[in-house]
């Protein structure tokens, strides 16, 4: 079975600080994705890779980067985090062997006070 | 603009009915998947269907891929199908990039 895992959950951060969401695949998947969900917005793509150690920026990059150390792990960082990243932040993986099907983690739900 | 459009927004019925969602997308897919969001936020593929006819249980997917549409048809909803249905589209540059729908809220009365 298909495994994501995100970590934090959920997290409290307070504006300016520094925020990463991790993710891990077991898969063995090539690529990983960074996507937040906000009411009336459905979910939008951040940061997506498709190898160890090259990051490419989705749609709404401004204010994330992020880093992929290896194959398993996909990384999402708010230098700065500011009110509006308040957000549910969802991990993903796929790869062209399984037709490219997005396997999602759970979420993580960042309030920023 | 927006690259994938559903609709409607969101749909109530009874149960028993049945339910039609509609997806329509921007530029050219190379793969096109449903997805369900559960109320308390966890979301699977559906089924991926890039073009033609596709049936998983009561989901029954077309795709015309020439009029940039897909449908998701459930047959003889249950109040456990409430939830959000999700479209999206893949789009191949350099490398896969997935894009989504706002979704369609369906909400399946007892």
């Known amino acids: 079975e298909a495994a994501v895992t995100q970590s934090p959950r959920s997290k409290v951060a307070v504006t300016g600080g520094k925020v990463t969401l991790s993710c891990h695949q077991t898969?063995?998947?090539?690529?990983m994705y960074w996507y937040r969900q906000d009411t009336g917005h459905g979910l939008r793509l951040i940061h997506y890779?498709?190898?160890?150690?090259?990051?490419e920026k989705g749609d709404i990059p401004d204010g994330y980067k992020a880093s992929r150390p290896s194959q398993e792990n996909f990384s999402l960082i708010l230098e700065l985090a500011s009110l509006s990243q308040t957000a549910v932040y969802f991990c993903?993986?796929?790869?062209?062997?399984?037709?490219?099907?997005?396997?999602f983690g759970e979420g993580s739900r960042l309030i920023v006070v | 603009g927006q690259q994938v459009q559903q609709s409607p927004a969101s749909l109530v019925l009874q149960e028993g009915e049945n339910a039609e969602l509609q997806c329509n997308f921007s530029?050219?897919?190379?793969?096109l998947q449903w997805f369900y969001q559960s109320p308390g936020g966890s979301l699977v593929s559906l089924l991926s269907?890039?073009?033609g006819t596709k049936h998983t249980g009561r989901l029954t997917s077309t795709t015309v891929t020439k009029e940039r549409r897909s449908s998701l048809h459930i047959s003889s909803s249950q109040t456990t199908d409430s939830g959000t249905y999700l479209c999206?589209?893949?789009?191949?540059?350099?490398?896969?990039?997935?894009?989504f729908g706002k979704g369609t809220h369906l909400h399946v009365l007892p």
């Open positions: 993903a993986s796929s790869d062209v062997d399984s037709g490219n099907t997005l396997y």
């Open positions: 898969n063995n998947h090539d690529y």
């Open positions: 890779s498709y190898v160890a150690d090259s990051t």
């Open positions: 530029s050219t897919a190379t793969q």
């Open positions: 269907n890039p073009s």
């Open positions: 999206a589209i893949e789009r191949r540059t350099n490398a896969y990039k997935v894009i």
